[in-house]
Each structure stands twice: as C-alpha cells, then as structure tokens.
C-alpha cells in the first residue's frame, strides 16, 4: 500500500537555526498538510497546500514557517529561526479528493536546544 | 470527560471484550470524520471515515456512530485485542482543507 514517508525521523538543530523538514505524499494525491504534535497533545494543523499554494493556514503557522513543493514528488516545511517551542512531532499528510482520509507519515520528532 | 495537555482519557478494556471511545467535536456545520488510531513513535493512522449524511459506519470489527443532535462522536471496536492499545484520535472536517483533531483517548487492552 502507497504511504506518506517523512525524512529525516529525528532532527535536533540549536535555536535560531533554519531546518527543513522533508515529506513525499503519495504519488497521486492532490491535497497536502502539516500537522505539529507537541509531545502528550493533540495534533495541531499548520497548513494546507493544494494547486501549488497554501489553500489554508492556521495561526501557528507565522511567518517563520514556510512551504514548498519544489518537484513532483517532495513537500518541504521550512522554519527559519527556531525557537525552543517548534520543538514538537512533525507529520505530513496528503489526500487525493476532497472528503476523503488524509494518510499520515510517521513523523519528524524536532529537538530545538 | 475529555482533557487536554497531558492526561489524556484512558480506557482499559480486557482483551476479547469490545471497547467505545467516545468523542465530542465542536462544529455543528462538519459534515465529515475520521476516527484515527495512532502507536507510540507513529503518525495517525486511518481507521474508518463517516459523512454527516450518516449514522452509523461499519468497517471490519470497528463501528462508528454519528450523532449529530449532540454532536457526538463513537468508535465502537469488537473483540478488542492487545494490538488494538493506542491513542484514538476523531478528527472532524468541515467542507475545508484542514481537519480539527480531538484531544484522544488512550485504549489500554488488558491480558
């Protein structure tokens, strides 16, 4: 079965520093997505990417945070200056249609120290 | 009850007894909803969808039921089993891009 793959699983970066987060939907998917999990909570949207732009964006998502789809395959997270508070589980999901499942990769947990 | 932050609401069941893990959402206008199973270290994984247009769902040994009057959500798994211990997510979507997650419920199965 086709599935969501995240890279890299850990990344542990100082703060301030840029870091990428990387994903590969499912080939065929139209509809992509950041969540954040901060550790023990519930999944948190960040942003929604659909006909190469963001379709929708929640208050988390400032300006420190950025997308992109440089290919046909890779949908990237950007954080440009990291604060202790990114610290958290990242997951990327993609979806073909409207209305139907998002399916989930299994994460980036990110460490800011 | 539902709670956030840390403590999540946890359910045990014995193994072999069937298990429902109830969740309020809180957009009477949602007219879609997924029930998501997540293991410790994974991303959400689907386990069964139902849309506002329905009460009830069935998918293999899970059920889900929609109650729209209350706004309230159940997943209802049959013959619960060790491999079914996880968070349990509903998430709940509302003719937009993003779904709104529930705060979880952690199912403990009992030998």
């Known amino acids: 079965e086709p599935e969501v793959t995240q890279t890299p699983s850990h990344q542990v970066t100082q703060m301030g520093q840029e870091v990428i987060l990387r994903c590969v939907p499912i080939?065929?998917?139209?509809?992509f997505y950041w969540y954040r999990q901060i550790l023990g909570q519930k999944v948190e949207f960040l942003v929604s990417?659909?006909?190469?732009?963001?379709?929708?964006k929640s208050e988390i998502f400032d300006d420190q945070f950025s997308v992109e789809r440089p290919d046909g395959s890779n949908f990237t997270l950007k954080i440009r200056s990291t604060k202790l508070e990114d610290s958290a589980m990242y997951f990327c999901?993609?979806?073909?249609?409207?209305?139907?499942?998002?399916?989930f990769g299994d994460g980036t947990r990110l460490s800011i120290l | 009850g539902e709670s956030v932050g840390l403590h999540l609401p946890t359910l045990s069941v014995q193994e072999g007894d069937n298990s429902i893990i109830n969740c309020a959402y809180s957009?009477?206008?949602?007219?879609?909803f997924i029930w998501y199973k997540q293991e410790s270290g994974k991303g959400p994984q689907f386990i069964i969808d139902?849309?506002?247009?329905?009460d009830k769902r069935q998918g293999q040994r899970v059920t889900v039921l929609l109650n729209k009057t209350v706004k309230h959500l159940s997943l209802q798994i049959a013959a619960t089993q060790p491999g079914d211990s996880a968070v349990y997510f509903c998430?709940?979507?509302?003719?937009?891009?993003?779904?709104?997650f529930g705060p979880g419920t952690r199912l403990s199965v009992l030998p």
């Open positions: 999901a993609s979806r073909g249609q409207q209305n139907q499942p998002q399916h």
């Open positions: 080939s065929n998917h139209l509809y």
């Open positions: 990417f659909y006909n190469n732009e963001i379709s929708e």
């Open positions: 957009n009477s206008a949602s007219d879609y």
């Open positions: 139902i849309r506002s247009n329905m």
């Open positions: 998430a709940e979507n509302n003719y937009g891009q993003n779904f709104v």
